[in-house]
Structures are given as C-alpha cells and as structure tokens.
C-alpha cells in the first residue's frame, strides 16, 4: 500500500503502481483505484455499444461494464488469452472492467520521478496518462484512470 | 427551552405532519360548500391547527405557534360563520398551510423563517370584519400573575372577555414537571391533550428559570409548568379535572370592567401555599413571541367546540413587529424547501415487518437444511430444500415488495389544489373527480408518476377544458369535469386520466406532423385517427411551438412518455373531437422485479418486460410466403386481418448471423428478407434506419439448430413477439423463444447510457446476463412509425378484409394422445406454458402446477371427455384459459399450432359432453374441444352461482339468433336455451330482418354475427336501430374475431355489446346484463 504520510510534501512520497501488459507495452495505474482482478468470465456482448465496450459482466450480482482497453486507447484490439485479465476499478459509485492481456508486477513509484507524458504514449494519446515512469528495464506508462473511463459521447 | 428532547420533538414533527396532511382537501371542499358550511370538517382542519399551535407553545416553536395560531383565528370566525370562506380567504389559508408544512419539515430553522407576509394576510382577513370597538380591545394585553405577583401569561383582554361572554373560567394551573407529569408516566403534550378535552388551553409554558432560582433556597425541586385554561368548569371540581392539588389552580378573574385595567391584580380564590417562589420579581422568559398582541373575534358570543379555541390573533391596529429576521432566512427557507419532499424513511405496518422477520426465520431454517442435505449427499432432502428454499424466497420478495408498497392516493390528492388553483387562474370551472386512491403502488413508481400526472392533469386544464361560456354555446355544461382513476388489471395498474373537452384533432395533430417532417403524407393518409393522436408523443413534435391553436395539448407530451417509459408504463391516448379526451396509462407494480419473457437472436439472449409483450406468432415455412409482405419499405405482416410491421432484433442491434453450412463451418447468413422467395429487389427496411445490417440475416433461417431439431421443426418458420409500446405496435423478429421468466432489474454502466435500445441488464439463472430490450425505443431506432404506410397497405387491408367476410376462425391446435389432433378457439386460450411431468403436483385431490405465483387446478381432456388418454410425456403444454373468473390449466402435448381456417364443422358425428364436434385440419380429424361443457362436467359447482342469476332474470325471453353458419347457429342457440331463454334462430340478416317483423312484440334481444350473406350484421343493426318499433331491442354482434376496428364499427351503428362466438361464458354474461 501507499504510504502518503512519509515526507509527503517534498521529495519521498511513493505510490504502488500496479502494472499490466496490453501487447507487448508495460502500463500502469495506481493500485488504490483497483477494487479486484479477475480472470475473464462470459461476457455478454452489447449491440450498438461503443466499440471499446466488449460487454457487460456480472460480478457477484453487480452490472459491470467491460472496457477493451486497448481499444479505447486506440491501440489494437485486445485479443483474449490465457493471460487476459479483467480489472476492476471503482470509479463513481459503479465498478467498471479493464480488459489488459496480461497483469505484472506492482511497482513503488515515487512521485517525483514520474515525467510528465509525452503527446505519444507507446502509440496511444497522452491524454489518457497522468505520466511516465522509467522503472529498471522498461517505461511504464502510468494511466489517468478517470480519463481513460470518461465516456465519449454527452 | 431545555426540556425537550430530540424524541419528543420528533414526535410532534410526525403529529403535526398527520395533522397536516388531509387539510388541502378540507379546505377546498370548505369551499366548495361556501357559507353553507360543514361544521365538523372546519373543527376538523380547527383541531388541526390547534393542535399544531398547542405543541409548537410547549416547543417553543414561536413562528410554528404564532402561524397556526393565525390561521386557527381565521377558522374560527368561518365555524362561527362570522366570515364565509370564499376564494380568497380559502387561498389564503392554504397558503398559511403550506408554509406551515414548510416551518414544521425545518423544525430547526422555523423561527429563523420569515413569516411575517403569511401574518399580515391572515390577520387581514380577522380584522377586516372587526367593529371599530373591538379592535381596540385587541392591542390590550392583560398580566396575568402568580398570586404572588409574578406575572406569567400575558394574554390578550380580548380573550379574557370572550371567555367571560361564553360564562367560562379561566385558571392558571402549575404543574410540576416531575411529580404531576413525569412520575406519573406522562408527557407534557399528553397533559394538554386531556385538557383540550374539557377546555381551552389559551397558553402554555415550562418555567425553567425558575428551578435555577429556587435551589439556592433549598425549596422542593419542582418544575413547574403552567397551562393557562378557560373551561366551564366549576372551581370546585376543577382541581379533580387536572389531577393537581387544588393549591396549585389559579382562578383569574374574568371580570370584563376588572380587566379594563391592564394590571389588574388577581383574585385567588385558594389560598396560595406554595412552598417556593417569595421572589415577586418577573422572571425572563424566554419565549417573547408567546405573548401576543390580540386582535378580537367580535361580538355574539362563539360557540366553541370542546376541541377549544381561544380567540387569540394578531392584532391589526398594532401589528406584530415581524419576527427578527436571521441570516438569510430566505434562502435557508428555500433550501429546506427543496429538500423536503424527498422522503428518506418510511412507514411499515409492525405486522408487515413480523411477516418479514418469520420469513427470514424460515430462509435460515431453510439454507441450514439445504447445507445438511448438501453435505449429506442426500439427493430427496436437496430437492425438498431446495423447494422450500423456492417457497420461502417467494414470500419474502412478495413480503418485501408490500414494504414498498404506497398508494396513489399519496399523489392523486395534491391535483384537488392542481386544479382548483389552475382553474381559477384561467376562469374555468373545473371539478375533478378521483377514483381508486387506495390502489397501491411502488414507492419509486409513485414517485416518478407525480411529475408526468402533473403535466397530464395541467394539460387537461389549460387545453382541454374549455372556458364556461364556449361550453355552455356547445351544449356542455359550464364546468368541466376531470377524472382520474386508478385501478389494477392484469397484474397492472391502470390510471386513467379523463376529460371531457374539446378533444384532440387527429388531422391537425398530422398535417402539423407532416410540415415538420416526422411523417410523409402518404402515410399520414393510410394512418387510424387513433395513431394521429397518439403523434402527439412523437419526440420534438410540439417543442418550439405551442399547438394550443389546434385544440391541443402537446407541449412536451413526449417528455411525459419518457418519463412513463422510463418506469415501464404505457400510455395510450383515446380522443373524440369536442367529446373529450381519455388517456390511459398502464404502470407495473413494482419496477425491480419483472415477469419477462427471454429470446434469442443469434447466440445472445434477452429480455423483453411482459408488459410489452401482446402475442407470439410463428409462422410455419409454408405459410411465410402468404402472410408475410412487403408493403412500401418495410416487411409487414397479416395478423387476424390487420398489418403488422416487421422488425428484425438482428439487423437492428447488427448481429452477426451465422449460419451452419453443409461444410460444418459458419458461414455469415446473406440473405437479408424475410419474403426473398417473392422478391429479391427492394431492401426491408428504411434506409435512414440506424440499423446497419451488417452480415444481412435470415431470422426464420434457424439453421443452427441441430438436425434433431430440424427433423422435428419446419426449417425456415419465422418467430415473432408481437409487442406494443404506447402507440407503437410491431412484430419483433427474433430466431428463439426461451422461457418467461421473473427478472430482476439492474441498471447498465454509464457507458452504455446512450446506448439506446436497452431498458437494463438482468442475470439469468446461470448467472449470465442479458440485456432487457426497451420495446418503445426499438421501434424509433427502426424509425418505424405505428403506419403501415401506403396504397398498397390499404389495398392489402381490404384484400384481407375480403377474406374474412368468410367465417374465418382463429383454432389452436394441440395434442392430448399423439394421434388424436384437438382445436380449441384461439381468443378464449388466455396462455400456453410449458411444463414437465413433474410439475404438477397432486394437492387435495386435484392437479396444480405453480403458475405466476399461485396455483393453477390443471385439467385434462379425458377427466370428461371419452378420449385417449395422454402419455405424460416429459414435456408438457398447459392451456390456460379463464372460466367463470378463474385460470385453469388444460393438459395438452405438442405439437401446437395456431391456425385460421374456414370452419366446417361436423357436429353430430363425434359430438360428446366436452366435444363440440369435429372438422378435418391438415387432412386430419380434429375433435373441437367446448371447454366451458368441460369444465362444467369437471367442476359443476363453478357455475352454479352465474345460473342462479340467470334465471333470476324471469320468465322466457326471447332473443333472435343471425347466424349464417349452421354449426355456429346449432351452438349458440343450444346454450342459450339451456340458460332458460327462447330462441329464433336466423339464417342471415335479411331473414332475421323478416322474422324480427313477425315477432316484433316478443323479441327482446338480438344476438347477430357480423359476417353474413345477404344482409351483414352492421346492416341489420342500423335497420333495427332506424326503426322506432324495435327502439328498446338489445343487440349483441358475436364474430369468431374481435378486432378494435370491428368493436368500433359496431359500437358506431349501434351495437349495445360485442362478444366472441365461442366465449359462451362471456356471451351468456352479457345477455343476461342486457335484459335486466
């Protein structure tokens, strides 16, 4: 979990971030706006849906709307494998799926060293991140998740 | 004040409430009644305000006490007829009222609450029929004091000389909160109550202060509390009547010469032995506003009820300075007032609640036995708890849904005022009837129903009633009349809101429709009057402009719909131009849980609300080509006579189709229509369809179906729902019928929202979901319009109609033993449910199944009749129909088909009790079930009670019979004459016309048929109607199917009631109602 309170006006403030693969690009998002991750269940298919929606899902009871996150980062379709997964996240009193082909590790991020995003974030459009962050091997690119759920249409 | 406590507070808050909450209607019928007034209902709203003023004074609620006191003073002088409520005095106090209702939801910030506007209206209205003298009377205020100087009211002289007028005493009477109030178990608000029951209490106060003082001088730890009373009371008995020490009872004189002087000293008749309280200096108190300028109530003595009054108002020649304004009362006052209609608690009868609360008992005991029989394996005790678990889950839902459960009244008793105000506004004279208040409903139904009721009400007022002097120039009379009526049908509640005004006109509701695009002329021309009306709920049909210049309503009628849609209501508008206008609105009970009815389009399934739902129609392969057309643009097809369009659940939510090639291998289904085999050019629907068809489709193509299952089905028929919403009317084609099912409701994501078509999700029984269609959103997606459109639709209508000129009947055809083919009427089968074996069960003797909550007694055909007796195969079919008021279940096997066929009916050769006879279908015999002679054989004592009546009726009335065909006319003649009636029997119109001559002075009732050679029903009715002779002659038309337009056509040429040939029960009803 994140330590908020450790030094958290100047320098030290960490955050967890928990990462996930869409293809072979490494994301990631605040593990505080995760509620649960899941392995893909049957998704019942919505016509006339946005087309990033792949469906609705029932969660122990509760509606929830599946969204191909690569698609809506206008990367390429999400392809459903072994290793897919469906995140869920708690935005505004309703729980919404994230669909990634594959969950990593979590990784403690100081806020400091997260860099502003680029216009171009591994081929989706910087509006969807808060920034980058460069970890040991690979960037992360860390998701504005709100951004990512606002919803297109008025 | 200290002594009150947030309870008891909260208690007076819900008093006051339920004071407050018949008053509106009081009052507006203390109006209507004008000077002649009803005496008990202005002690009724009296008592109100009183009470409401009595425990605002111990409150310290000064705004809430002053207010009510107010209007207790104007309705004061109308019970003692000294004012007579006319409009006016009427507005005004409802205004008082509201604002009351406003203080008293914001007990907290009420006397930060302006009220002075409220104050000066009414204290107008007392004093402007003061005589000069009285008024000076008023500014008077007299002390009233201990015996021991302390003074402790200051009440009005006013009141002490109306007391006086009415021979009354007036005491000063201390109790001490702790011994006299609490340790006897009582609240001070019980006290006060008791007192009003033999008196006046004209003011009240707890006298904290004084405890503080008294201590220092070690004095007994009282207390006290003082309740100034005027009663009749003799002194002598009064200290019995208080249940207090005589000592403690104050007379003060009355005298009205002694109370000339405002410090008039007091007379005390007992001798004052308190033990405290030698301090004569005045002590603070702390409700200022509790003393009260007075304003009098002038001469001849007031009969008071013992409910009391005590004549207090504020005075007009000192007026009351308005109460200390506090920061922003206004704005508080407006917040609050926002926020107070939305109820966040509920009331539920305690019996209710032990309902719940055995239930919930039950469903533990229940699981607890379901988890033994799991652990244990023990395949019967699963199956026995898992039935209970069924039963008790049942019970609860129901249980719970009852907690919802409020009645309309709740909104249907703010229109009175609706009205009444609106009316007024606009000079019209309007009286509103209300019918069924105590039909119950959700609580979020009811709650959304208020605004869309609302609008429908205000559109009746401003519309469709006319003004008194263009009614009274048509023959009307001078005041309009709106009704509104709530009742339950089928499972639904109905609320009909009528008038009777000028009614809407159709052509100009469509020429307008026409010059803002939304339909063609064309279509406008193939278009019933009733779907012209019903444009009126088109979307943006009447925004900008007002279409009050076409006789209408409309301004946002679309909203209206929207907003019924949205609670899974229907509305239907019915119109008759300077008649009126009747507009029907059917509501579901609840909105959580909903009976529906599951399909499946391709692999995905889902839910169309029952509600929506009129009928399933397939329709065999082999009949595809005749019954299913292209008219215009769009697929339709023939239905009982009548065109029904087309829409494909597929090609409008663009599902893929598939279908399973001879390769094995799913290949996208090309074919694209229906009716391809008789034209392959035009494309089905409207281009400006957002359906966009991607793979094209072939619903009635079930190729995916496995071959077992083709063996057994015709390979292409098409399924359809037909399915109504508001004014639409369309088939719904999809590729599978599944089960009905109860669904419960839950809402999609916000990123579907826009997602138009779909009214929510639900969870199936293996925990998928599916999407809950919305039916009326459907048809606009598909553009679709409730028109068939086109010539080539009126010529196809005549064409059908040509059709049925011959005796067409509409048969179900089923199965009882494989081989042997039955046909019951089609309009008397209610439902058809599928079973297995094992459904039913065996209960006192008699076979049920569960059915829709309940039970249904099931039948089977060899209970009675001589037939082959059923196999029982796994899968059964239960025929529902409903026979003398109730639903029974007849046992049959499939196949089932539903068939319209000329009937040739033999009724002599295979004629036994249940059997009508027979007639060949498919080249096979089929024996024709008489379910009534049935079910009178299985169950004789249902019809015992309609017998008794019938012949009831007296002696042999003779009714005359037209009918062309011979099995009809043997039929319904037999029945009629078993009932105790003569019949001439008529072989068409024209011979019926003849014998209708001959025994003009006998018959009494003609039953026709429509549909006749020579001389058609219709004719037959105007020349009967057209001859005075015959002017007291009943007519009932009887047709083997009744469509709305034929009812229509009857009821026009004088038809008194139609009924369904077969429908013995109904017909044999009606008869009898039509000679009484």
Redesign the interface.
Known sequence: MAQPTAGSKKGGKTFELATFYLGESLFGMDILHIQEINKIVDITAVPKAPDYVMGIINLRGRIVTVIDLGRKLGLSPTVMSEGSRNIIIDSKDEFVGLLVDRIADVASVEEEKLLPAPANVKGAQGKFFTGVYRAEHDLIAVLDVEAVLATDEK | MGIQDDETLQMYVEESREHLADIENDLLTIEESGADIDEELVNKVFRAAHSIKGGAGFMGLTHIKELSHKIENVLGMIRSRQIAPNREIVNTLLIAFDKLRELISNVDESDATDISEHIDALTALTTESLPEPEKESISRKVDVPLPDGRVIFSIPQFDVNQAAREGKFIYLIEYDLLHDVQRQGKAPLDILNSLQDSGIVMDSKVDIAAVGELEEESLSNRIPFYVLLATIIDPSIVGALCEVDDAFIHLIPTDSTATQEPQAGVEAHYELSRSFATDAAPMEYEAPASVEPVEAVPDPPIEYSPGGYDGFSSAGATPEPPAPKREEPERASARKANAAPAETSLRVHISLLDTLMTLAGEMVLARNQLLQAITSKDGHAIDLSAQKVNMVTSELQEAIMQTRMQPIGNIFNKFPRVVRDLAGSQGKSIELALEGKEVELDKTIIEGLSDPLTHLVRNSIDHAIEPPEERASTGKSMSGQIVMKAYHEAGQVNIEISDDGRGIDGAKLASKAIAKGFITAEQARAMSEKEKINLIFTPGFSTAEKVTDISGRGVGMDVVKTNLDRLGGVIDIESHIGEGTAIRIKLPLTLAIIPSLIVSVGE?RFAIPQVNVDELLRIPASQVKDRVERVGDAEVVRLRGTLLPLVKLSEL???EKTYLASDGMRKPDRRRNICDRRSRTSPLFYDETDATSTGGSEPNEDDRRSLADRRYHATSAVHIVVVSAGPFKYGLVIDKLHDSEEIVV?????????????A??T?MGD?????ILDVGMLAQMATLTSLAGSDRAIEVAQEAARAKSQDVQSLLLFRNAPDEQFAVPLDLVGRVEQIRAEDIEIVGGRRVIKYRGGSLPVFAIEDAANVKPSEYAEKLLVIVFTIAGREVGLLASPPLDAMEIALAVDPSTLRQPGVMGSTIIGSQTTLLIDIFELMEIINPEWFSGREAVMTSSGGKSTLLLAEDSDFFRGLVQKFIEDEGYEVIPAEDGQIAWERLQENSDKVALVVTDIEMPNMDGYELTKKIRADKRFKDIKIIAVTSLAGDEDIGRGKEVGVDDYQIKLDKEKLLESIHTLLQ
């Open positions: 995905d939510l663009g599902i839950k809402p999609l994501g916000r990123h579907l929202k826009h997602c138009r078509g779909y929510g999700a969870i925990g998928r979901v599916a999407l």
